[in-house]
C-alpha cells in the first residue's frame, strides 16, 4: 500500500514534469498552427526548420557560444582552482567569496551589471559580449566542480611527484591534471548545458541583431511561437538525452572494467 | 556573420592580459623552484575584477547618481514612493501635490511584497512537493531511485521559455485542460492571467532545484543511524522527525536558498502566464531599464534586490553553517 | 660505525610559518647507511625537519648540507633523496607498475630498464604478480610496500620515511618495522624515519633524534636515551618513568622521599636541585621493613607480562612493574640499586612525573 503510494507519487511528479514536454513535441508534428487541436501528422515544420534562417542563425550562436563559453571557463576555472587551492587559508577565502558572488547574484542582476559595464566601456553589444557574459557565469560552476577533486586528492601526491624527479609543470599535466579530470569534465557539462538554456544574462548582453534562441524565442514569444521552434527544441532534447545515455553507457562500461 | 568578428579592442584587451600573465609567472621562477602554483588563479582573479567587481560597482554608481551624474538619493526615494518625481516636479512648479490629490506610489513597493510573497509561496510548496519525492527516491530499498533522479533533471534540458510557453497550451481558454473538461462536460476554468497560473509556473520551473539538495542530503545519510534509533525504540514517524529529517536539514537549506533566489527575480513567466496583470520585481526591474530607459532607478532597484538576497541569505545559512548542503551537482 | 662520512648536515636550521616559529635551532648530521628516527609528539617539528631535507619546505634560516654541497635552494625533483610519504601518496590513476615505473619514465630511462628496475622492486617488496593491479584495491600494508618501491627504485642515497606505519595495524606494523629494517640493511642505504611512536623508534633505530616544540632535546642512541634521558621530558616520553625531585647530597649520593640513595651520578654539586628518574621496572618490591622507602598499593593491573602498581609513599606516587602481584591496600618496602638511579638537571614544573608519554595522533603539519 505505501508502496504503491510512494510510486504513484513519484510518477504524478514525474507527468507534472514531462506534460509540457509532451505537448511540445506532439505540436511539432501536428500538421496545423493551433497550439490545443491535433490537425494531423506531419513532419512540415522539421522541413521549415532547415529553411528558416534566423532560427538555423540562432541556433549556430547557441551552440558555438555554448562551446566556446564551456570551454574557456574550463580552462580559465580548471587553472583558478589549481591556484586557489595552492593559496594560503585567507586569500584563499577571499577567492571563494569572489567566486560565491556571481553564483548569489540574481540572473538579472549579474545581466544588467554585464550591460552597465559594456555601455560604460563602449563595448559594442553582440556576440563577443555574450559570449564573455556566458564564460563569466560558467567559471565558478567550473571551480566548484573542480576544487573538491583537489580537497579529495592526498595533499601529497603532487610532492610525491616532486620527490620522484618531477617538474612541477610535469607534476602538474601527470598528477593533478588527471586526477581533478573528472571534475574538469562535469564543469565541462555544466557550462555547456548552462550556456545553452540561459536567457536572462544573453538577453541583457547581445542586441537585437545577435539572437541565440533563448531571446529569439522571447521576441517571438508575443507574436505566438511557430512550430518550428517546436520541432528544434525536440531535435535539441532528443539529441541531448542521446549524448547523456552514451556518457552514461561509457561510465558504466569503464566501471567494469575496472 | 559579421557581427562574430572579435573587435580590435578585444584582442588588445586580451593581449593585456596575457601579457600580465606571462609577466607574473616570469617574475615568479624563482630560482629554478618553478612556477607558483597560485599564479594560475591569477587570469581569473583579473576576469572577476573585470566581470564582476566592476559591473557591480557600476551599479552601485548609478544607483546613487542621478541623470546627470550628481549625488543623489532620489533613486531610493522613489522606489518607496512611485510618484515622487511627479510631486518634486509639482512642488517646483508651485502646486501642492496633495491638493491635487496625489498620494505616495506604492506601485515600486507592492511588487516588491508581491513578488516576495510569491517567492514565499513558491518556495514552500516546492518544498511541500519536493521533499517527499526526494525522500521515496533515496529510499535504498527502492532500486529505481537514483535513476528516476536524473529524470528530474532531463526535463530542465528543455529551453526554460519554451516549457513556460508549453504551459501557455495546456492553461488557454482553447486550451487542452479546458478542451478536456469540455469534453467531460465540465465548466470552463479561467486557468490563465492571474497569479495562479505564474506560481504553477514557477513551481514547474524550480522543482528540480528543491529536490537534488534534498535527494543528495538525504541519500549521503548513513541508514545506520535510523536504524539505529529503531533500534532504540523509535517508531518509523519518530524516527523520521527526531533523525532523518533534522540530518536532511542542510539540503533543505540548500534547496530554499535555490529556490527562492530565482523565484524573486523572476521574469519572463509573469508575462507569459500572468499576463501583465502581475508584475514581479524582476520585470520591474528590465522595464526600468529598458522600456522606462532609466538606469539610475534601475540600478538602484537592483541594488535592492541583491541586498534582500544577500539578507536572506546569510540568514539561511546560520542553519547551515557548514555549507554541507548539496548542491545541484 | 661512528666513523662513517657524514652525508646530511642540518645547520642552525630554523622555520616560521607567518611568524610562528615552528623550528628552532637545529644542528643534526647524519651519516651515511644511519637509521635515524626523528621522534616526538605532534607538533614537535619533525615532520618539517623531514620536510626541509625533501626540499619541500623552506628554511627560514639555516642551511642544508648533502654531501659537502649546500642544496638548501635546491627543489625536491632535483635532490638525490626520496620519500615514502604519509598515507602513501601513491597516483590513484596509475596501477601500481605505473606508480613504481614513474620516477624512472621522469628520469626518461630505458624502457627495458624500468622494467627490470620495476620487476625487482615488486619482488623485494613481494608483491611480484601486482603489477597491472589499480593502486586503491589493494590494502594498506600492501599500499606501503608499493610506496617504498616506488621510493627506492630510484635508488636514492637517502630514503625519507614520514610516519610510514602510522595507518596499519599494530601486527602489520610490527612486521613491516623488522622488513624496513632488513631492506635498509640489504640496500644500505640511509633512512630518515619520522614518527610519534616510542617503541617504532627504539626497535628500528641506530640513532633517535628526540624533538619537541621545535627543539632537539637529545640525540643518541636508542639505548642511550632509554637509559639517560637527559630531561624528564625525554624519560617520559620514551617508556614510562617515575621523575622524582631531590636533592645531590655529594656525588654518588641522592636523596629524595626523605631517604639516601647511593647511585652512580657525578657531577652536579652539593646539596644542588636534581631531577631523579627511576623507571617502573627497575624499583624493587621488598618486605615492609626491608627497603628505603615504605609505600601502600593504591591500585594493580595486570599488563601481560608484569603488574603494573600503583604505590603511594609518603607524597609521592610510584608506578611500579612487577611479575610478582602484591594485593591492593598492602604495604610494601621499595628499593632501587643505585645503577639504576638517573639523575638529571632539573626541569621546570609542570613536567613532574605520572605523564604518560604522550602517544597522541600523527601530526597535521
Given amino acids: 500500500m505505501s508502496r504503491m503510494f510512494k510510486r504513484g507519487y513519484l510518477a504524478l511528479m514525474l507527468l507534472f514534469l514531462y506534460v509540457p514536454i509532451l505537448v511540445l513535441i506532439v505540436q511539432s508534428f501536428n500538421a496545423g498552427v493551433s497550439r490545443a487541436k491535433w490537425q494531423g501528422f506531419s513532419l512540415k515544420w522539421y522541413i521549415d526548420l532547415f529553411n528558416s534562417a534566423s532560427i538555423i542563425n540562432a541556433f549556430y550562436i547557441t551552440l558555438t557560444i555554448a562551446l566556446l563559453s564551456a570551454l574557456f571557463a574550463t580552462i580559465l576555472g580548471t587553472l583558478a582552482a589549481i591556484g586557489i587551492h595552492a593559496m594560503q587559508k585567507r586569500p584563499q577565502g577571499i577567492m571563494m567569496t569572489l567566486t560565491n558572488i556571481p553564483m548569489t547574484m540574481p540572473d538579472i542582476v549579474t545581466g544588467i551589471s554585464l550591460m552597465l559595464l559594456y555601455i560604460f566601456t563602449r563595448i559594442p553589444r553582440g556576440y563577443f559580449s555574450m559570449l564573455l557574459a556566458h564564460i563569466t557565469f560558467n567559471i565558478p ?92 527544441s525536440a531535435l535539441m532534447f532528443v539529441a541531448l538525452l542521446v549524448l547523456l545515455l552514451a556518457v552514461n553507457r561509457r561510465a558504466n562500461l569503464v566501471k567494469e572494467t575496472k | 556573420m559579421s ?97 491635487l490629490g496625489i498620494a505616495r506610489g506604492n506601485v515600486n513597493m507592492d511588487t516588491l511584497i508581491y513578488s516576495l510573497w510569491m517567492a514565499f509561496l513558491c518556495t514552500l510548496i516546492c518544498l511541500a512537493m519536493g521533499y517527499p519525492a526526494a525522500l521515496f527516491m533515496a529510499d535504498r530499498n527502492f532500486k529505481l531511485g537514483s535513476t528516476l533522479v536524473v529524470l528530474f533533471i532531463i526535463p530542465m534540458w528543455m529551453n526554460f521559455l519554451l516549457r513556460t510557453i508549453a504551459w501557455m497550451s495546456l492553461l488557454e481558454d482553447n486550451g487542452l485542460i479546458n478542451t478536456l473538461l469540455g469534453a467531460l462536460g465540465l465548466p470552463r476554468m479561467q486557468l490563465m492571467y492571474n497569479s495562479r497560473a505564474v506560481l504553477l509556473g514557477m513551481v514547474y520551473n524550480y522543482l528540480p532545484f528543491m529536490v537534488f539538495p534534498i535527494y543528495n542530503a538525504l541519500s549521503k545519510q548513513d541508514p545506520k543511524l535510523s536504524e539505529a534509533a529503531m533500534d532504540l525504540g523509535a517508531n518509523a514517524a519518530l524516527t523520521f522527525f527526531k533523525v532523518t529529517l533534522p540530518l536532511s536539514l542542510p539540503g533543505v537549506i540548500s534547496g530554499i536558498t535555490m529556490v527562492f533566489m530565482p523565484s524573486v527575480t523572476t ?54 553553517p557548514e555549507g554541507e548542503g548539496g548542491t545541484m551537482i | 660505525m661512528q666513523e662513517r662520512p657524514r652525508l646530511i648536515n642540518l645547520e642552525n636550521i630554523s622555520k ?81 607498475y605505473e606508480n613504481i615505473a614513474f620516477g624512472l619514465k621522469v628520469a626518461k630511462r630505458p624502457r627495458d630498464e624500468i622494467r627490470r628496475k620495476v620487476e625487482k622492486m615488486l619482488a623485494l617488496v613481494n608483491l611480484r604478480s601486482y603489477g597491472k593491479r589499480s593502486v586503491e584495491s589493494l590494502s594498506g600494508g600492501q599500499q606501503q610496500r608499493i610506496a617504498i618501491a616506488r621510493a627506492l627504485v630510484n635508488e636514492p642515497e637517502v630514503l625519507l620515511l614520514d610516519e610510514p606505519l602510522g595507518a596499519l595495524d599494530l601486527k602489520l606494523r610490527q612486521e613491516m618495522q623488522l622488513e624496513l629494517k632488513r631492506m635498509q640493511q640489504m640496500l644500505g642505504i640511509t633512512f630518515i624515519y619520522v614518527t610519534h611512536d616510542q617503541e617504532e623508534a627504539l626497535t628500528m633505530s641506530d640513532i633517535i633524534v628526540v624533538m619537541k616544540d621545535g627543539y632537539i632535546q637529545q640525540i643518541g642512541t636508542p639505548k642511550d636515551v632509554y637509559d639517560e634521558p637527559k630531561s624528564a621530558f625525554v624519560a617520559n616520553f620514551i617508556g614510562q618513568s617515575n621523575i622524582i625531585r631531590g636533592e645531590m647530597v655529594h656525588d654518588c649520593l641522592v636523596n629524595f622521599c626523605g631517604a639516601d640513595f647511593p647511585c652512580v651520578d657525578k657531577g652536579f654539586g652539593s646539596n644542588a636541585p636534581v631531577d631523579v628518574l627511576i623507571r617502573p621496572e627497575d624499583l624493587q618490591i621488598v618486605p615492609e621493613d626491608e627497603g628505603r622507602l615504605k609505600g601502600i598499593v593504591r591500585s594493580v593491573l595486570f599488563k601481560g607480562v608484569h603488574y603494573e602498581m600503583i604505590i603511594d609513599s609518603g607524597a609521592m606516587r610510584f608506578k611500579v612493574h612487577s611479575t610478582v602481584m602484591q594485593p591492593e591496600g598492602s604495604t610494601v618496602g621499595l628499593d632501587v640499586i643505585p645503577f639504576n638511579i638517573h639523575i638529571m638537571k632539573p626541569m621546570p614544573k609542570e613536567e613532574t612525573q605520572f605523564e604518560e608519554a604522550t602517544q597522541s595522533e600523527e601530526e597535521t603539519a
Fill in chain 3, 16 to 96: 616560521e610559518y607567518d611568524g610562528v616559529r615552528v623550528l628552532s635551532d637545529i644542528n643534526l648530521y647524519i651519516r651515511k647507511n644511519e637509521f635515524v628516527t626523528l621522534l616526538g609528539p605532534s607538533g614537535c617539528g619533525k615532520t618539517t625537519t623531514l620536510r626541509i631535507i625533501g626540499g619541500f619546505e623552506r628554511a627560514t634560516t639555516g642551511r642544508v648540507l648533502f654531501d659537502g654541497q649546500d642544496i638548501t635552494d635546491l627543489p625536491p625533483y632535483k635532490r638525490k633523496v626520496n620519500t615514502v610519504f604519509q598515507k602513501y601518496a601513491l597516483f590513484p590513476h596509475l596501477n601500481v
Fill in chain 1, 141 to 232: 560552476y567550473v571551480i566548484l566542480s573542480v576544487m573538491p577533486k583537489l580537497k579529495q586528492m592526498n595533499k601529497f601526491s603532487y610532492e610525491a611527484a616532486l620527490d620522484l624527479g618531477a617538474t612541477p609543470g610535469y607534476a602538474l599535466r601527470h598528477v593533478i591534471l588527471p586526477s581533478v579530470m573528472p571534475g574538469v569534465i562535469t564543469g565541462a557539462l555544466l557550462s555547456f548545458t548552462l550556456s545553452l538554456d540561459d536567457f536572462t544574462i544573453s538577453y541583457f548582453t547581445t542586441s537585437p541583431l545577435v539572437q541565440n534562441l533563448s531571446t529569439l524565442i522571447y521576441s517571438e514569444a508575443r507574436k505566438g511561437i511557430k512550430p518550428t521552434m517546436n520541432a528544434l
Fill in chain 2, 3 to 99: 557581427a562574430m568578428a572579435f573587435p580590435p579592442w578585444a584582442v588588445w584587451l586580451m593581449l593585456l592580459g596575457l601579457a600580465a600573465f606571462a609577466g607574473m609567472i616570469a617574475l615568479s621562477i624563482r630560482r629554478n623552484r618553478g612556477i607558483r602554483r597560485t599564479l594560475f588563479a591569477f587570469p581569473y582573479g583579473l576576469w572577476i575584477v573585470v566581470f564582476t567587481l566592476i559591473p557591480l560597482l557600476l551599479i552601485g554608481y548609478y544607483a546613487f547618481t542621478d541623470r546627470s551624474g550628481a549625488f543623489t538619493l532620489d533613486n531610493f526615494r522613489t522606489f518607496w514612493d512611485s510618484n515622487f518625481e511627479m510631486r518634486k516636479q509639482m512642488l517646483d512648479m508651485g502646486f501642492d501635490p496633495a491638493d
Fill in chain 2, 267 to 320: 521574469f519572463f513567466i509573469p508575462r507569459v502566464l500572468g499576463g501583465g496583470n502581475t508584475e514581479m520585481f524582476g520585470d520591474l526591474i528590465e522595464r526600468t531599464f529598458l522600456s522606462a530607459d532609466n538606469w539610475n532607478l534601475g540600478s538602484a532597484l537592483s541594488l535592492i534586490m541583491m541586498v534582500l538576497i544577500l539578507l536572506s541569505l546569510t540568514t539561511l545559512r546560520k542553519f547551515d
